[in-house]
């Protein structure tokens, strides 16, 4: 964040407390206000950015808002204190749900949520000693005397910590947003196989993102203490995980602003309609659907800035020239006696076979010959059921997939695997996350030596735009892109993660004549730079001419191996695309 | 000891059986619509209340509530659809955005109900008398709630696999695409289900609203055990939202038995939960989620 | 259509009082509180806005000024509660605040209103630490769970005396406080006790449990009247013999009616009867009947009694700002409401005549002595 923002939004911490000096009911809403915009936040880092829908966030925000109200009452600890530890539990729960769900999938998040606030809630009004029950927990209003005693009144500074919480999360989220790890979770979330292609821990990366929803969530139920200063069962009720999910729909998924406005509005049109008090309830239903018919993309696309700042974002790109790029040297990649059984059927059949390093290997074979499995239990996405694939010393099976895009074995898929609402640049950046590392922690505090290696990301990303062709494109929509760049552009992130040996599952699909000839081009520059790479490919023009050595499979089981003129002379390979009985000159022809 | 059993498993199998219809209702819109209808609960307090008006306070027999309930609340969620539901479905994001949008036709109905009505409970005389065996009892009213929902999800699983309609809905529930690309109309497909859905929350509201009496706040209290159920169950899983809810009415009512009530209920859940990790994809959904 | 024949209503009897004075004054405003969109919150504010609409009529207070009820919505919530109390206080600058149910809310509300230094009369919350904050300017109408148990525990003790009791209780401080003072109270005779949460609507495995365990008593505590009226129900379709008691301070008409012929016969009690025979009571009936069409009960008279005796105090204090001196007026003063004479002690706890207690017959809350 530049310095005019920050002095921006410290004016504003300090100025809205004075705005409404003396007048406990405006700054009560304004902090109100605050705290469901930061819950709205919380629940947008799942929904909006890890695609993970929640119905039961209020877990999160009750066990928050618990917390620090059993911390003060219970441990004696001063509320403000308790308001930094309070989101630690939440936090843990979040790890917990998510490592749970984040095995599983999706669909369960939703249900865990769903239940475990039901769980909590069900807890909280059954364990009387502890929380007193449905009667509630009561904690005294936080004062502290020192801040009295500067002449602010209690809803002044508790107004501006609350505007301190919310900014310096929103600060959090935004660093993160457009750090490594935030760029990561928007990757999984369109598809966590390809993440993982790209060396993304998606597992992990998942588990953070929900320990920090979790948190945040936390943290505002902590601040919500103040404010409602009896804590029931209630603040884990369903109504409360709707809200937070529909302040952030309101407001915008995925974006920053989003859950602010949401949250304004959630606060702030109920309280204001009270002068029609009989019929708040109902026109704040009618404003609802009206915004819902009229404005589906959320609130925040009625501020006519917000979509020219998403174009700025990208043009502020090619300020660092591109660098050149080289790829270290590859070690032999070894398959041994690899067998993949799916249920009856053998997909692959106790296949050897090694890529040596700065070699362009070629893997042929007729449908349902078992080409892209073997891939895939080259790159450690399958399990073999039998034998094993070493990459040099590193063992690949049985391991997580994206460790062996860690170790620079990077596979790249048939479907273009990408994230297609965002631009081509940002989808090369992301895939630098292996390349150029960050921690959680470092993306959060970003230092000069992140931001070094945040322009060293960018100018990876540039240079590999640059190589396979598209940097004219850089800052289009990859989804508006056509089919034959989309490929390209999957290249692109793959070497982004300055690969080692690049395994590629039919480049040449779909693509026409020239854009065939321009991959086979772009092959044969990556080989000089010292890249190892296997080609998987039905185009035999392209293959024979391109690859140093081709391996044949058929029906899962290798077939012939050897440089192209070997493999196109051996009869069973020839039996094998042609069927029996079939002249020579007919496979060259086809060839 | 026998004896309790057995007037336990009676009593969770009438609750279980409200959650099921209730739960199937929504599992149904969940499963062909994609979407999350928040309204469902004011659905199932609308047939209530047409079960009230027609009864107590129109004189008419029971029987004509049920009927009446049907139509009616079929007739609401016709224009729901028409202003909440079917116009916002088909713009970007459609699925997250109905959610807001049931949300708001929820409280509309909640407020319309709240002014129209008021906040008052009411009776509704359903078939009086019971059958006693012993110290077991089943009332006239809970076995008619068994029958006839035990009908309902017989005839329904009927109409899912042996008509027209119903495959259409099956297809639609596969793949919206491929739905699409063999001529069925999609749109209308989806309000049908929509509305009988609706409808079928509605005629649960009317069968038990004599069992459990009317309120205007009862579409809320059984919306979240629905809602547990259809997650549970697999969402837009129909038997798993019929066998879940049944299970945990029986459930319910066994460990009631043992342990304090809401206690037994959040040890229900955490089991369910830790089911869940193992059967990912809900008891029973499609392994595709 | 009702509500604006009402409101018709009001204005027109606001116009004619104002006009018999003569001259406009402004009105002095007073605030309600309550969870309107229930029933219990909805027949709280039928009393208070009966109590104005009879002190208008009387000319208002404070030399003509008619009194003006605010009335906010607070849905069970504690955080609309103080957002309420907060906005009733500063931007409608009200100096007394009046009603709500839920305890919880009360306990929230009591901080705002003691930081904003302004009075709150609680109606029906009965929990005993709304009256324990310190602040002396906090009331309550309503009799507390221990002041109910004094009077009723003799009753069950010598009266009933049942071998073996069973409590179902909602899961709230009053049922919580209710199975703890039946425990007292009876020791092991309590054979069974279960709170149930105030969103089941099934009772059926509740009472079957009650029933196994061979109580003779069945203690019903809770707020709901569809709940507990629906315990009733069950208790008769499960065939349970032994006698069923309403705890103190809940029943009502309304609950009796949800229950319909299962009430036959339950014991209760409470402090007000809108059969009592009083001139005080017989005009605040045939008032509340004339404006309603129905006939009040302990809910409507707490309403109606929060806002008479807020009115009655600003006027006898001759002020509607010192909130010090109206609070001496409260509490100093013995009031005369339809329930009787009513007085506050110290702690701001009213107090009146002795629990009546009560049996349904024929679908009526009968007197009974004994």
Same mark, same amino acid.
């Given at each position: ?15 809205? !407390? ?35 829908? =929640? ?108 505007? %301190? ?31 993982? =292609? ?9 588990? %953070? ?80 659907? $009206? ?109 997580? !997939?994206?460790?062996?895009?860690? =170790? ?184 | ?68 309930? %049907? ?57 009086? @008398? ?71 929350? @509605? ?12 309120? !205007? ?6 919306? %979240? ?30 460990? =009631? ?33 | ?9 009001? $204005? ?56 003006? $009820? ?277 702690? @701001? ?17 009968? !007197?009974?002595?004994?």
């Amino acid at each position: 964040m530049n310095k005019i923002s920050v002095l921006l939004v410290a004016a504003v911490c300090i100025a809205l !407390p004075f705005a409404f000096a003396g007048n406990a009911y405006y700054s009560g809403l304004a902090a109100y206000a605050a705290i469901l915009a930061l819950f709205g936040l919380s629940v947008n880092l799942t929904v909006g950015y890890l695609g993970y829908v =929640s119905f039961g966030h209020a877990a999160f925000f009750g066990l928050g808002a618990y917390a620090a109200g059993l911390l003060v009452m219970k441990v004696g600890l001063n509320f403000w204190l308790a308001l930094v530890l309070a989101p630690l539990p939440a936090a843990a729960l979040g790890a917990l749900v998510g490592f749970a769900s984040a095995r599983v999938g999706g669909a369960y998040f939703a249900i865990a949520t769903l239940t475990t606030a039901e769980i909590l809630r069900l807890v909280a009004a059954n364990w009387i000693d502890l929380t007193r029950g449905p009667l509630g927990l009561i904690v005294p209003r936080p004062r502290i005397p020192a801040l009295e005693g500067l002449g602010l009144s209690f809803h002044q500074y508790y107004l501006a910590f609350c505007l %301190i919480a919310l900014a310096v999360a929103v600060e959090i989220v935004r660093r993160l947003i457009n750090s490594p790890v935030g760029r990561s979770w928007t990757t999984i979330r369109e598809s966590s196989a390809l993440a993982e =292609s790209l060396g993304m821990p998606a597992l992990r990366q998942r588990v %953070i993102n929900i320990a920090l929803s979790g948190a945040l969530a936390g943290l505002a139920g902590a601040l919500f203490v103040p404010r409602t200063l009896v804590l029931t069962p209630d603040l884990f009720s369903p109504t409360l995980s709707a809200t937070g999910l529909l302040i952030a729909i309101l407001g915008g998924k995925a974006t920053l602003i989003g859950p602010l406005l949401g949250g304004l509005t959630f606060a702030i049109l109920p309280e204001a309609l009270r002068f029609i008090d009989e019929y708040r309830i109902a026109i704040f239903a009618v404003v609802l659907l $009206l915004v819902v018919r009229l404005q589906p993309n959320g609130l925040v696309a009625l501020l006519p800035w917000f979509r020219g700042r998403a174009k700025a974002l990208v043009l502020q790109v090619d300020a660092d020239a591109s660098a050149p790029i080289r790829f270290s040297p590859a070690d032999t990649l070894t398959a041994s006696n690899l067998t993949r059984r799916f249920g009856g059927l053998t997909a692959v059949d106790d296949v050897s076979l090694t890529v040596k390093p700065g070699e362009l290997v070629g893997i042929i074979g007729p449908n349902g010959a078992g080409k892209t499995t073997c891939l895939s239990l080259m790159s450690g996405f399958l399990e073999p059921s039998v034998g094993q694939v070493r990459f040099g010393e590193t063992e690949i099976t049985g391991r997580e !997939p994206y460790t062996a895009a860690q =170790s620079g074995l990077v596979r790249t898929f048939q479907q273009t695997a990408l994230t297609p609402h965002t631009t081509v640049y940002e989808n090369v950046l992301s895939a630098t996350y292996t390349s150029i590392p960050e921690t959680f922690w470092s993306s959060l505090f970003q230092t000069s030596s992140y931001r070094e290696r945040e322009r060293q990301r960018s100018s990876l990303a540039r240079a590999c735009i640059d190589l396979v062709g598209l940097g004219a494109r850089a800052s289009d929509e990859a989804g508006s892109l056509p089919y034959g760049e989309q490929k390209m552009l999957s290249i692109a992130a793959a070497l982004a993660t300055r690969p080692r040996l690049l395994l590629l599952d039919e480049p040449a699909a779909g693509l026409n004549h020239t854009e065939a000839n321009q991959l086979s081009s772009l092959l044969r520059r990556l080989r000089e730079f010292g890249l190892t790479i296997a080609v998987i490919d039905h185009n035999l023009r392209m293959m024979m001419a391109l690859c140093d050595r081709i391996v044949v499979l058929d029906r899962g089981k290798l077939l012939a191996a050897g440089s192209p003129s070997e493999v196109s002379r051996n009869p069973d390979v020839v039996k094998a695309y042609l069927g029996p009985g079939r002249k020579k000159e007919d496979a060259r022809a086809h060839a | 000891m026998t004896e309790l059993l057995l007037q336990q498993l009676l009593n969770g199998l009438t609750q279980g059986m409200a959650y099921a219809l209730v739960a199937l209702g929504l599992t149904m819109i969940f499963g062909v619509l994609h979407v999350i209808n928040f309204a469902h609960g004011e659905f199932y307090m609308l047939g209530g209340l047409t079960a009230v008006l027609v009864t107590a306070s129109a004189g008419l027999p029971y029987v004509v509530a049920i009927a009446l309930a %049907i139509v009616l609340v079929g007739a609401v969620a016709w224009v729901v659809d028409r202003i909440a539901v079917a116009p916002v479905l088909d713009k970007r994001d459609g699925p997250s955005t109905v959610l807001l949008a049931t949300f708001a036709v929820s409280l509309l109905i909640h407020q319309g109900v709240l002014q129209s009505w008021g906040p008052t409970p009411a009776r509704v005389e359903g078939i009086p @008398g019971a059958i006693s065996v012993g110290s077991i009892v089943l009332g006239h009213q809970r076995l008619l709630v068994l029958v006839t929902g035990m009908a309902l999800l017989v005839s329904i699983e009927l109409v899912l696999r042996r008509t027209v309609i119903g495959k259409k809905i099956r297809a639609l529930a596969q793949s919206a695409y491929a739905a699409q690309v063999v001529g069925i109309d999609t749109a209308r497909v989806r309000r049908t289900t929509f509305i009988a859905a609706a409808a079928l929350a @509605g005629l649960t509201g009317a069968l038990l609203s004599p069992v459990t009496l009317f309120t !205007p706040a009862m579409g809320q209290h059984v919306i %979240i055990n629905a809602f547990v159920v259809v997650v549970i169950g697999g969402m837009g899983s129909a038997t798993g939202a019929v066998v879940c809810g049944l299970a945990l009415g029986v459930l319910e009512a066994l460990a =009631s038995i043992y342990l304090p009530q809401e206690i037994g209920t959040a040890i229900i859940y955490a089991l369910l939960l830790a089911a869940l990790l193992v059967r990912p994809q809900g008891l029973f959904g499609s392994a595709r989620a | 259509m009702r509500r604006t024949v009402r409101l018709i209503s009001l $204005l027109a009897g606001v116009a004619i009082s104002s006009m018999a004075l003569a001259q406009t004054k402004e009105p002095i405003k007073i605030g309600v509180i309550g969870p309107t969109k229930t029933l219990v919150g909805k027949q709280g504010v039928q009393g208070a806005e009966l109590a104005a609409e009879l002190i208008n009529k009387e000319g208002g207070i404070l030399g003509g000024r008619p009194v003006q $009820l605010v009335v906010y919505d607070t849905n069970f919530a504690p955080a609309e509660g103080v957002a309420a109390v907060q906005r009733l206080l500063t931007q409608d600058e009200v100096k007394i605040v009046t009603g709500e149910v839920s305890s919880s809310v009360a306990l929230a509300a009591v901080p705002v209103v003691q930081a904003e230094d302004a009075i709150y009369i609680a109606t029906v919350p009965k929990h005993p630490d709304v009256t324990k904050s310190g602040y002396d300017k906090i009331f309550r109408l309503n009799s507390t769970t221990a002041m109910d148990a004094a009077s009723f525990d003799q009753f069950l003790t010598q009266t009933v005396k049942p071998e073996k009791v069973a409590v179902i209780a909602e899961n709230s401080d009053f049922g919580r406080l209710t199975i703890d003072n039946l425990k007292k109270l009876f020791g092991s005779k309590v054979v069974f006790a279960e709170s149930y949460g105030m969103q089941q609507n099934d009772f059926n495995s509740m009472v079957t449990n009650a029933r196994a365990s061979g109580a003779d008593l069945v203690c019903v505590a809770g707020s709901n009247m569809e709940q507990y009226g629906n315990i009733l129900r069950s208790l008769a379709d499960l065939n349970f013999q032994g006698k069923r008691c309403v705890m103190p301070g809940i029943l009502n008409s309304q609950g009796i009616k949800v229950a319909g012929k299962s009430a036959e016969g339950a014991m209760s009690a409470d402090i007000y009867l809108p059969s009592m025979d009083s001139e005080a009571n017989r005009k605040f009936v045939s008032a509340f009947e004339a404006k309603y069409g129905n006939g009040p009960e302990k809910i409507e008279l707490l309403g109606f009694e929060s806002i008479w005796i807020a009115a009655k105090a600003m006027d006898k204090a001759g002020s509607a700002t010192d909130a010090d001196k109206i609070a001496a007026a409260i509490r100093e003063t013995p009031w005369e409401t339809p329930r009787g004479k009513v007085t506050f002690d110290t702690s @701001g706890q009213a107090k009146s005549g002795d629990l009546i207690r009560l049996e349904v017959r024929e679908g009526a809350m009968t !007197p009974i002595r004994n």
